[in-house]
């Protein structure tokens, strides 16, 4: 079976810092067009935060996190990571871990094959 894990979310003051990282099981993160992080708020859509294309090793941030998150891809341990520094409170959400093998725009919700469960950031 394909498992994505999220970790590393919590609590942290505005200014603070965290790193996710999700874990891939039965999946080569490495052989996916795109893997990312996504957020969601109660009562809203899920968004888009930060991609990765293993292929080209290019990058894309939703405009609100630019310069301020990171996301790495280490392909030996099968692991991708989210680096959040300056952390705002309204980056308050569920972050979710996804991999995408279909060949289209990142960061789209509706082509993504595989989803972590979901890990709380909440900054205050």
């Known amino acids: 079976d394909v498992q994505l894990v999220e970790s590393g979310g919590g609590s942290v003051q505005a200014g603070g810092s965290l790193r996710l990282s999700c874990a891939g099981t039965?999946?080569?993160?490495?052989?996916?067009?795109?893997v990312g992080w996504f957020r969601q708020v109660p009562g809203k859509e899920r968004e888009g935060v930060a991609s990765?294309?293993?292929?080209?090793?290019?990058?894309a941030y939703a405009s609100s996190v630019r310069g301020r998150f990171s996301i790495s891809l280490d392909t030996a341990k099968n692991t991708v990571f989210l680096q959040m520094n300056s952390l705002k409170p309204e980056d308050t959400a569920t972050y979710y871990c996804?991999?995408?093998?279909?060949?289209?725009?990142?960061?789209?919700?509706?082509?993504?094959?595989?989803w972590g469960q979901g890990t709380q950031v909440t900054v205050s």
């Open positions: 996804a991999a995408q093998f279909l060949e289209a725009s990142c960061a789209v919700v509706h082509a993504i094959d595989n």
């Open positions: 039965g999946i080569h993160l490495s052989s996916a067009f795109c």
């Open positions: 990765i294309r293993p292929g080209a090793t290019t990058t």
